[in-house]
């Protein structure tokens, strides 16, 4: 974790509990009263990567909140299919949606894009806030 900006660690951290929450719907949706949701290691460095929405947030913060929600989605999508393709080939992906009928390559759903949008959305606000909270 030290290789990671103070940034990046918050937004790990954050997204780790927002993956657990997500994959435990799983659970609910199957009537299984656990709840478990997962993770993986693997997600650290990945998820640091949405540290990266502050400063494209201020090149285009004047847009449409729909048209930088695609943007977003387009960016988390690229990442998810080159850290999904390089986990793949060394058996370590910790994801697999061959399963799916929208799946590429078992790495990304692209019916998963209105989730990506409103995700990027959802990290520029905590991002923002973060930022104007640590502003002198």
């Known amino acids: 974790l030290h290789l990671l900006s103070r940034r990046q660690r918050q937004m790990c ?18 009537q299984d009263k656990r ?7 693997w997600m650290f460095p990945i998820y640091g990567t949405a540290a990266v929405i502050a400063p494209l947030y201020h090149s285009i913060k004047n847009l ?6 695609c943007i977003y989605s387009v960016g988390i999508f690229s990442f998810e299919y080159i850290s999904g393709t390089f986990l793949k080939r060394h058996g370590m992906c910790p994801w697999d ?3 799916a009928k ?4 078992g790495v990304i759903r692209l019916d998963y894009a ?14 923002i806030r973060c930022n104007t909270s640590e502003s002198p």
């Open 13 to 30: 951290i954050r997204d780790r509990c927002m993956e657990i929450l997500f994959t435990s719907t799983g659970s609910f949706l199957k």
């Open 35 to 41: 709840l478990i949701g997962r993770t993986s290691v």
């Open 64 to 69: 449409p909140a729909l048209l930088r929600g």
């Open 97 to 99: 949606y061959s399963h």
């Open 102 to 105: 929208t799946n590429i390559d």
């Open 114 to 127: 209105p989730l990506w949008m409103a995700a990027g959305l959802l990290f520029e606000r905590i991002l």
